[in-house]
């Protein structure tokens, strides 16, 4: 017999998860406080274009939805490095022809994902916004787009999932009501969007297939690549400061100036950049954390709701989705919610925590230690033990990225041993010439297990 599920937030993952729960033979409900996307113009200035992984891809396998995507995806096979005098490096993310990453605009992948989910039977609300949730009462209570107030229900039988975002209401009653507690740990960097358009015949104007970085050392810019021949900016600053910030950037002179000290390049490209600066506003940034994301088992946070993360590993939405795929796992059979959602709390929790840390220490190195070349070189070796060792030594980035069957805690853990042994393999040495692959070997034989998901990426 179908349950009926109520889904707060019709961003990605809401519908993701509806699609999901739907194919089970669930009765799922989606309300959103915004117009319908689909029918109206999509919200613009504050989205990161996003970078959709294997973790990301599997669930969207899992829901049917991959092939739909897959004509708006533009693949990234590396990072290209822009340096102040106009030399580019390229740095691939692995060494496999599948071992990329993708591209795709946020509204684009809603968009999919609404009409995959609509199609499966899900209800969507749109204009429905959610002005209180009464936990102890079961009760949600929405105001419509035109004034109207209703109210529904839900219980036990009948769950609350909040996929509404790093502002999650339901996760703001869970902390009022005492059932949690959140800290969000903001970022002293925040970003603005702008935009490289395509030239007179349509096509990119930067390399197409690799995700373009200005490193500064304390700021970043980078460039992603979209289908249509654009590429969606993010600067990355400082908030505040008399040096090289957003407070300091003040006039349409003060941001060509600015660019034209540190990405001459890239003002060559965009001819309206001090116009599209000044019309987007800047956005903040912060790791989210949760301690605890249910209410027994009538309410789970999933997603941003329950564990936001800074963008500088690609993988929030990639997390996101992976969380729709445990739920998915967890559902067997006719198990009662209160058990799915305590088990869920318990096994994600670890691996959430762990892609947060993560992604904090992937900004330094996105903006500052790619152009170190013992980093550089460090890249190189731990490839080079890619191909000696396959079933062992596996770049942290290439675990996260494009294996889903590796947690992320593992991933971290496996990831500072090997971090170990790069270092003490190039210290003092200039190439990998001078490399002993021998002791390496037995340091990797001896302190790294064989992985069971260390085969090519799917």
Request: with cysteine; charged share 25%; hydrophobic share 40%.
């Amino acid at each position: 017999m179908s349950r009926s599920v109520t889904i707060l937030g019709a961003g990605c993952t809401g519908p993701l998860l509806g699609a999901m729960l739907a194919a089970r033979g669930e009765r799922v409900t989606i309300y959103e406080r915004r117009a319908d996307p689909r029918r109206s113009t999509p919200e613009t200035g504050r989205s990161i274009n996003l970078a959709l992984a294997a973790r990301g891809l599997h669930a969207l396998e899992r829901a049917g939805l991959r092939a739909a995507i897959e004509p708006a995806l533009v693949p990234m096979r590396g990072r290209l490095l822009h340096a102040p005098d106009g030399s580019r490096t390229f740095l691939p993310y692995g060494q496999r022809p599948d071992e990329l990453i993708y591209s795709v605009p946020r509204a684009l992948l809603n968009d999919v994902l609404l009409d995959g989910a609509e199609a499966r039977g899900v209800a969507l609300r749109f204009g429905e916004r959610c002005t209180g949730v009464d936990l102890d009462g079961g009760r949600l209570l929405f105001t419509g787009a035109d004034g109207g107030a209703r109210e529904v229900t839900f219980s036990d039988e009948r769950p609350l999932f909040g996929a509404d975002g790093a502002g999650s209401i339901l996760r703001k009653s869970l902390v009022g009501r005492g059932l949690a507690t959140a800290q969000e740990d903001f970022l002293d960097h925040a970003y603005r969007e702008l935009t490289i358009l395509p030239d007179a015949d349509g096509r990119h104007r930067l390399e197409r297939e690799a995700l373009h970085i200005w490193p500064r050392g304390g700021y970043m810019l980078i460039a992603l690549p979209n289908a249509d021949g654009t590429f969606t900016v993010t600067l990355f600053l400082p908030r505040t400061g008399t040096g090289a910030s957003f407070e300091s950037l003040r006039t349409p002179a003060d941001v060509v100036t600015f660019f034209a000290r540190e990405f001459p390049d890239a003002l060559a490209l965009m001819p309206s950049l001090a116009k599209e600066f000044f019309a987007h506003p800047p956005g903040l940034m912060a790791t989210l954390h949760v301690s605890c994301w249910h209410d027994g088992g009538r309410a789970l946070l999933v997603g941003d709701a329950a564990h936001a993360i800074v963008p500088f590993h690609g993988q929030g939405m990639n997390c996101a989705f992976e969380d729709c795929v445990l739920l998915d796992d967890l559902l067997y059979g006719a198990t009662p919610w209160p058990v799915v959602f305590a088990d869920y709390d318990r096994r994600r929790r670890i691996d959430t925590e762990a892609i947060a840390r993560m992604a904090i220490e992937n900004y330094g190195e996105m903006r500052d230690r790619v152009r170190d070349q013992n980093f550089q070189l460090q890249k190189e070796l731990a490839l080079e033990l890619e191909r000696r060792h396959p079933s062992r030594f596996i770049p942290r980035y290439s675990m996260v990225t494009f294996h889903a069957g590796i947690p992320y805690s593992e991933a971290e853990r496996r990831g500072a041993l090997q971090q170990d042994i790069l270092a003490a393999a190039l210290h003092g040495r200039q190439s990998l010439a001078d490399v002993d692959y021998a002791s390496i070997a037995r340091r990797v034989e001896s302190g790294l297990s064989p992985l069971a998901d260390a085969t090519a990426p799917s």
